[in-house]
C-alpha cells in the first residue's frame, strides 16, 4: 500500500562399520565347548531383530562362563577354542569424529481461536489479548505467534522491472508481454509452467521464506495461491499445486508453519500437501469459512465489511454455530496502522 515498503500495494484478492565380535561360551557339564558366535556383519540386522533383554546389544559384554557343578573327579571339558581378533574394518570417518546433524525447529500453531491482528499495511503494538499476528516479511516479528507475509506466486511492485531485466524467464509471458494483474498491473505473475521453472522460482521465493524464519516468524502466508485464475490459462491448477508443494517443504524445513492463503477450491489438494493453517479473506462474505475450518484447525479470517464482520462474529458467539477454530477481525481495505486515518481495527 501507498507509503508502505514490502507490501504489495493492495489487499490480496481471494488471498536428514563399526564391527565388534562380542562372544562367550557357557560350559555345561559333559558338553562339548560352544562354537563361536558367528560374525553378525554376515547377516545384517533387521529392525524386527532390535536387541532385546535376553540378547546382548552389540558393544555390549556377554556374562562369562558360569562354574560348574560336577561331582569331583569328573574330568573337565576341554577348554573352549580361543576366539580370532577382529579387527575393525577403516571407515572414512574416524570413530571420534562427531556427526553434525542440524536443528530444526519444530512446526507450532496458535490456539485455535485465538484473537489476531492484520497488520500488513504498517506495524501497531498488539493488543495486550492478541496471540498472533500477520506482518509483512519486511517488518520484524513481535515475539507474541508471528505469521510471515510473503507474495509468492507474483512479483512485488519494487521488484517487477528489475526482475523483467535480469531474468524475465521467471516471468509469465503470453504474446511475448508479461503476464500482469489486471487488478494490480504492477505486479507479474511467475512462470509455473515446467518443473525447471517452478523449481527455480521456489528457490527465489524460498530465500524470502528463509528469511521470514531467520527474523523470528513461525509461520508463513504465502499470497496470490489463485493467480493461476488470472494467467490466460497458461498455468494449470496442477501446476500451482506443484509448486505450492516446494513451498511447504521449504517452510517445514525451516521450521515454519505454512499458511494457506485464500483459493478455497483447492483447500482439500493443499492441505494434503502438508499446510498447516490458514489466512481467509471475507470467507463469510464469499461463504468459503466452513471449506477451511473443515480441512485446518486455525483459521484467521479478514473481513472488510462491516456487515460481515458482524453477521460472522454473531455465529461465532453462538454454541450452536461456533467454529473452533476460527478467528475472525475486521481491517479497512488498506490494512493501515491504527494512527492512519480511516484505520479499521476490531476482533470479534
Not at 78 to 88: E, K
Not at 158 to 164: F, K
Request: hydrophobic letters at 40%.
Amino acid at each position: 500500500m501507498p507509503g508502505t515498503p514490502g507490501y504489495s500495494d493492495r489487499v490480496p484478492t481471494t488471498t536428514r562399520r563399526v564391527t565388534a565380535l562380542v562372544a562367550a561360551c557357557a560350559v555345561a557339564l559333559l558338553l562339548p565347548a560352544c562354537r563361536p558366535a558367528p560374525d553378525p556383519a554376515a547377516a545384517p540386522v533387521s529392525p524386527s531383530s532390535a536387541p532385546t533383554a535376553a540378547s546382548p546389544q552389540v558393544g555390549t559384554v556377554a556374562p562369562g562362563p558360569v562354574a560348574s557343578s560336577a561331582p569331583a573327579g569328573t574330568p573337565a571339558p576341554a577348554p573352549a577354542p580361543p576366539l580370532p581378533s577382529v579387527t575393525p574394518t577403516p571407515t572414512g570417518t574416524p570413530a571420534s569424529a562427531p556427526t553434525a546433524t542440524p536443528t530444526v525447529r519444530p512446526v507450532t500453531l496458535p490456539a485455535p481461536g485465538a484473537r489476531f491482528e492484520y497488520q500488513l499495511g504498517g506495524t501497531d503494538e498488539p493488543a495486550a489479548d492478541t496471540v498472533t499476528v500477520v506482518r509483512d516479511a519486511t517488518a520484524a516479528p513481535t515475539g507474541r505467534y508471528d505469521v510471515c507475509y510473503v507474495n509468492g506466486f507474483q512479483t512485488q511492485p519494487g521488484e517487477t522491472e528489475r526482475l523483467l531485466r535480469t531474468d524475465p524467464g521467471l516471468v509469465l509471458h503470453h504474446g511475448g508481454e508479461p503476464v500482469r494483474d489486471d487488478g494490480w498491473p504492477d505486479e507479474v505473475l511467475y512462470d509455473l509452467t515446467t518443473p525447471d521453472l517452478r523449481a527455480r522460482v521456489a528457490d527465489r521465493v524460498g530465500r524470502l521464506i528463509d528469511a521470514c524464519a531467520a527474523a523470528g516468524f513461525d509461520a508463513v502466508e504465502v499470497d496470490n495461491l489463485d493467480s493461476h485464475t488470472r494467467s490466460l490459462g497458461r498455468i494449470a491448477p496442477a501446476d500451482t499445486l506443484a509448486y505450492v508443494a516446494l513451498l511447504i517443504e521449504r517452510a517445514h524445513a525451516v521450521g515454519l508453519a505454512f499458511a494457506q492463503k485464500n483459493a478455497a477450491e483447492l483447500t482439500t489438494q493443499v492441505r494434503e500437501l502438508g499446510a498447516d493453517l490458514a489466512v481467509a479473506e471475507e470467507c463469510h462474505q464469499w461463504q468459503e469459512c466452513d471449506v477451511y475450518t473443515s480441512a485446518y484447525p486455525v483459521v484467521l479470517d479478514v473481513e472488510y465489511d462491516r456487515a460481515s464482520f458482524d453477521a460472522l462474529c454473531a455465529e461465532q458467539s453462538d454454541p450452536a454455530t461456533r467454529r473452533p477454530g476460527l478467528s475472525v477481525v475486521l481491517r479497512d481495505r488498506d490494512v493501515s496502522p491504527r494512527t492512519a486515518p480511516g484505520s479499521v481495527h476490531a476482533a470479534c
